[in-house]
């Protein structure tokens, strides 16, 4: 049975392992965080070797690492660099943690939930009243938000009042993209990609140039165009390069998340030949599955 320090020992070695990119741990680093005495560190750690819940690097380089019986003995799943759970305080990711494991407290109602979740590495900056967002989760494409009403340092786990809770189809992009494409060439002319674009009630089209897909067209693209005297321009001289095209078989949540990191607005579709299938647009992803209705992770994108 380990002693309270000894728990607050390993866990501090594991986030701080975590953060490392596999280097061993100084003694000295985890009594810096800890605030206690090196000393104390190199005598608990002895008794952790003995347990075979560390094991000790020589060499100047040398220090701590944690084995997998540490990760069992605080109840951690080991995991990959795959498996990676993200979590994000007010939309931005919290950089060098990691999510191991979500518990729920009380039954999942909607403004009854309460969530306790696992964190491999420094959450000493996640505070009571911050609101937060984690996954999704690997195996089940869960996402998780609420605030956090507690934090338990010894144990790295924050708990969290749930506002929502949502697990993302394992959907491909193939099954929902749009088939009916609308497209412009390089040599339209503005005003007549403004008219084909009022006209089908799109906010935006790809370019194609020879068959492929070359730039995007957008609404704000032609506003900006106009606003600048360029009305006269043709597509190519004010569309953006910036288009991305994903296989049909990609997983909605790997286009949900290359759409939220790259700041998209749709994508191309694209079969295993790289010929033109469809388009899917944020909206698409938003409005068309019903589990994404409550998830806002495009906020502020456009």
């Given at each position: ?54 094991k ?89 938000m609420?605030?956090?009403?507690g ?5 790295n ?37 403004a ?49 991305y ?58």
């Open positions: 049975m380990l002693t309270s320090v000894q728990k607050e020992i390993l866990q501090n070695l594991i986030n701080l392992y975590q953060s490392s990119n596999g280097k061993s741990i100084k003694g000295e680093d985890i009594a810096e965080v800890m605030n206690r005495n090196p000393g104390t560190i190199r005598n608990q750690m002895q008794s952790l070797r003995s347990l075979g819940l560390v000790g690097v020589p060499g100047p380089r040398g220090g701590y690492k944690p084995t997998v019986e540490a990760y069992h003995s605080l109840n951690i799943t080991v995991t990959d660099k795959d498996h990676h759970v993200p979590l994000y305080k007010d939309g931005e990711e919290v950089k060098g943690v990691s999510v191991a494991k979500i518990e729920f407290t009380s039954v999942p109602q909607p403004g009854e939930c309460e969530a306790a979740i696992k964190v491999l590495g420094n959450i000493k900056d996640l505070n009571l009243g911050d609101n937060i967002r984690v996954g999704p989760t690997p195996v089940n494409n869960l996402g998780v609420g605030k956090i009403v934090r338990d340092d010894m144990d786990i924050l708990l969290v009042d749930t506002t929502t809770i949502r697990s993302i189809p394992k959907n491909t992009v193939g099954d929902i993209a749009s088939r009916d494409i609308i497209s412009l060439t390089v040599d339209t002319s503005l005003r007549d990609a008219a084909i674009i009022a006209e089908k009630s799109i906010k935006g089209a790809p370019v194609m140039k020879k068959g492929k897909a070359v730039g995007m067209l957008s609404v704000t693209d032609i506003v900006l165009a106009v606003a600048e005297g360029k009305e006269n321009l043709s597509v190519g001289d004010v569309m953006s390069d910036n288009v095209i994903v296989d049909e078989d990609m997983k909605i949540a790997n286009a949900v998340d290359i759409m939220f990191k790259k700041g998209l607005g749709r994508l191309v579709v694209a079969d295993k030949d790289n010929d033109i299938l469809g388009i899917i647009t944020r909206t698409d992803l938003i409005e068309s599955l019903a589990n994404l209705k409550q998830f806002p992770i495009f906020a502020g994108k456009k």
